[in-house]
């Protein structure tokens, strides 16, 4: 597991929070968020980090997205 | 009724910081040291694998290494910890208004009142370390007692991620049976000296007569006695309690000892920038300028003067430090290290008595530094440099970010 910053497009609600609407994958797609089930603070064990994380539903799958200070990550395989 | 405090301890802070954000050294024994080749290399953190090898904090990075070949050593990295630090005590902003910072990893916690709405004390410091743990991905441990010091002892008591309770039942039996320099205030000074009056144990202490530890060690006698009877009833201080800046201070040991005026000119101004910059970051003047000059045999000499004005420049601070230096070195010994701050402080803003002769000069000064402050915020530290600093690389730093002190203090 690797921590991979990503690009983000993000809404930015009324009341400051920010939900996540597309991710653009490090080999150039982009996916969109179908829908964020959970948002919590959360550490990645796995790929070292810690921030908002964003449980995310994308093509019926989920994954997880944090927001780590200003910056966007996922935990990826590779 | 008796009150409820807790102390939260992150264990191995910073050491716990670097592994989590660096899974690959996880399983080795880690240690977060200062940078060698500025001399500050010494141990100031080690995860619990370094620890079984005998690392310990304060070792020089070679007696660390030969304890424990395969070390990783690692440089810290405040800035995360400081972020790190200010998380924890969101969490515990959850449960009570009455925290206070003991260092940057540790905190007392007056629950009392919460516990009529979270559960018992022992309930508060797990629903802690469990967030802690998912949220932060560190550990904390966490002491829970009647009194500020036991609650520390416990928090000693059982590591890592472990909730420990001193209560008015069980502290005769937890505590007392305890090393006397267990408790907070004993360093080895005082234990030594304790054990050559025979007391060797916080019970032993405890059961001391207040007068006879008086005789030895004044009014700090009949304190560490209530300390080791549980008596202490010093307040957990308040949430928006923040104590008033009396001063504002760097100091920096060199990679290499300072010989010469011009050695210290440099280093006075690099200081003096560091000095005026946090000053005008907290809105402050200062009056009061003491230098601090600890030579190559680690004896030191401090010494103060006082400027004219209120000033919140550096060529203020700096000529005014070079004075006081000229007056108060005789070279007969080299220098190691060098420290300026200022004291006597008021606000920027506060009627500060003006000189009747103040020209424009002043106020143009105070303007460009705080020009210079807005392009190092946007462009770096070292984006914009005094002339004199571009031939001495080796003195040159930004103490600002690389010389982050925690003043500690536990009465207040």
């Known amino acids: ?78 | 009724m008796n009150r409820v405090i807790l102390h939260s301890d992150l264990n191995n802070f910073y050491a716990s910081v670097e592994c989590l954000y660096n899974p690959e050294i996880r399983d080795r024994p880690v240690a977060v040291c200062g940078s060698q080749s500025t001399r500050h290399g010494i141990v100031l953190a080690k995860n619990n694998l370094a620890k079984k090898f005998g690392v310990k904090a304060g070792d020089a990075i070679w007696e660390a290494r030969s304890k424990c070949p395969g070390l990783v050593v690692v440089r810290p990295n405040y800035m995360l910890y400081l972020r790190f630090s200010m998380l924890a005590r969101k969490i515990y902003e959850n449960y009570t208004n009455l925290i206070e910072a003991f260092g940057i990893d540790e905190n007392w916690l007056d629950v009392t009142e919460s516990t009529k709405l979270f559960g018992s004390g022992e309930n508060i410091a797990d629903m802690l370390r469990e967030r802690i743990r998912t949220e932060l991905g560190v550990t904390a441990s966490v002491g829970v007692s009647f009194n500020k010091v036991f609650a520390k002892l416990g928090s000693d008591m059982k590591k890592p991620d472990a909730t420990t309770v001193i209560s008015e039942e069980n502290y005769r039996e937890k505590v007392w049976k305890l090393p006397v320099g267990d408790m907070i205030y004993v360093g080895p000074s005082t234990r030594r000296k304790l054990t050559n009056i025979g007391i060797q144990t916080i019970g032993e202490l405890a059961g001391a007569p207040p007068k006879f530890l008086e005789r030895h060690f004044g009014q700090w006698g009949r304190t560490l006695w209530i300390f080791a009877n549980g008596y202490d009833e010093s307040p957990v201080t308040k949430l928006d309690f923040q104590p008033g800046i009396k001063g504002i201070g760097n100091s920096l040991t060199t990679p290499h000892d300072l010989r010469t005026n011009e050695d210290v000119k440099i280093l006075t101004y690099v200081l003096a920038d560091s000095v005026a910059e946090r000053l005008r970051r907290h809105q402050l003047r200062g009056r009061t300028v003491q230098i601090y000059i600890r030579s190559s045999d680690l004896s030191f000499i401090e010494r103060q003067g006082q400027l004219s004005q209120y000033t919140c420049t550096s060529s203020d601070i700096a000529e005014k430090a070079l004075e006081i230096f000229s007056r108060s070195w005789d070279w007969s010994k080299t220098i190691r290290t060098l420290g300026i701050r200022v004291t006597g402080v008021v606000m920027r803003d506060d009627c500060a008595q003006v000189s009747l002769f103040d020209d424009n000069r002043r106020l143009r000064r105070e303007q460009l530094e705080s020009s210079i402050d807005s392009i190092r915020t946007r462009f770096g530290h070292y984006s914009v440099q005094r002339g004199l600093l571009i031939d001495s690389r080796g003195l040159n730093a930004n103490p600002v970010e690389e010389n982050v002190i925690h003043p500690v203090s536990f009465f207040k």
């Open chain 1, 1 to 78: 597991m690797s921590k991979v910053f990503v690009e983000v497009i993000a809404k930015f609600t009324k009341d400051g929070g920010k939900v996540p609407l597309k991710i653009k994958w490090q080999d150039g797609r982009t996916f969109d968020i179908d829908k964020v089930t959970d948002v919590r603070r959360a550490a990645s064990l796995k790929a070292g980090g810690q921030g908002m994380r964003y449980r995310c539903r994308i093509n019926g799958k989920e994954t997880y997205l944090w927001l780590e200070e200003d910056k966007w990550f996922v935990n990826s395989r590779g």
